[in-house]
């Protein structure tokens, strides 16, 4: 692994995600971060700032004298058991990051035993990622051209992945370059060009872009550059449109994208199994709440008739267990994963899930919590 410079000067290596952020943003073209990270504040994107600024205002309220000799941080997401109550959140193209892209990230999931969702917009390909021995769930967005989604759905099932994450905060690709300054001349860096990304991206191989969708060819629909499948995000997509999808397979479907209560009632009522509280890390409506603040409501409309997990700006071990005091079953964790991707491929991304677990086990220990299934939601005030 390599070293954070500390400051007086000596080499350590990396303790925290946060170290993990200072390394990765040394590492990679400033283009690059600027475009995919941010600086969290800066460059518009307020909406990753309200989610950690939530985190912030969520202080936790610790109790004594409960004997967490044994303290258990095992629970389940879809019936299933996981080691640790986060997941890696699905995000495209992490060849980006290092050359061993989703595979490195399976294969760190599966050492620590925590599901990944694989996004569709890998550079390994749904079955090369399969091969990790991961738990994996995959990400899709419904395409314009139905017969695409249906085709992903079907080489999930193949695989064995065992769930499949609808992401539906993005209606029609919007916040795409084209449209949003902060990927566009928003600092003296020179433009990240998402179509010619392995230009900005040492570790990209070009012909990796897209891979689930590159030889495809449905009824004309092609997929060459990452403007093609933005395109082919579906707009006119409602609640009755998940009947579709439902007809489609019998595996469980994960709502990701959720941002109020009222959306999760109705998820509720569709019979979704899951909803992901998130707003795509920030990525997506500038000024929007931070997720922490949405999850009281979101837990509230759930009425326990499905998981809820959470999203954005987790960054320590703490903030799951702020989370998981308001209700939420799981977290999913994007940028840190990236980061420990970035700085150290699966050795990387193994690292920063046990630096969280390590930190949600001592938070635990210090706040009077056994159990990560039985988190009382008096241990946090806002
Ligand atoms: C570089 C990057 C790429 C992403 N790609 C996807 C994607 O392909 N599909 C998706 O549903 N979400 C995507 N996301 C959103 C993440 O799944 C997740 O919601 C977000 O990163 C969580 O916030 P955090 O980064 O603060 O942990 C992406 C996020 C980032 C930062």
Known sequence: MTSSVTERGARRPPSTVDDYRREARSMLPRAMWNSLCGDEGELGWETSANNLAAFKATKLRPRVLV??????????????????????????TQQRWHRD??????????????????????????????????????QLYVMRNRRVTEHLVRRAEDAGYRALVLTVDRPGGSATPELDPRFA??????????????THAPALQEDRILKNFRDLDVDGTRFRRPADLTAQIEDSLTWKDLEWL????????????????????????????AVVVS??????????????EV???????????????????????????KALAVGAQAVLVGRAQLWGLTVGGEDGVLDVLEIIRRELHHAMKLCGVADVRRVPRDLVVR
């Open 67 to 92: 004997d967490v000799s044994r303290l258990s941080l095992q629970t389940t997401v879809l019936g299933r058991e996981i080691g640790l109550p986060v997941l890696i959140a699905p995000s495209g």
């Open 246 to 273: 439902r007809g489609l397979t019998p595996l469980p479907l994960v709502l990701k994208g959720i941002q109020n209560g009222d959306d999760v009632r109705l998820a509720r009522e569709h019979g979704l199994e």
């Open 295 to 321: 999850l009281p409501e979101a837990v509230d409309a759930a009425a326990g008739a499905l998981e809820v997990y959470l999203d954005g700006g987790v960054r320590s071990g703490d903030d799951v267990l």
């Open 101 to 138: 892209g989703e595979v490195a990230s399976a294969r760190a999931a599966a050492r620590a035993g925590v599901v990944m969702s694989l996004s569709s917009a890998s550079t390994y390909s749904i079955e090369e990622v399969a091969a990790a021995g991961a738990d994996l769930w995959l």
């Open 185 to 198: 001349g928003a600092t003296s860096e020179p433009d990240y060009d998402f179509d010619a990304e392995w």
């Open 279 to 292: 707003n795509h890390g920030g990525v997506v409506v500038r000024d929007a709440r931070g997720t922490m």
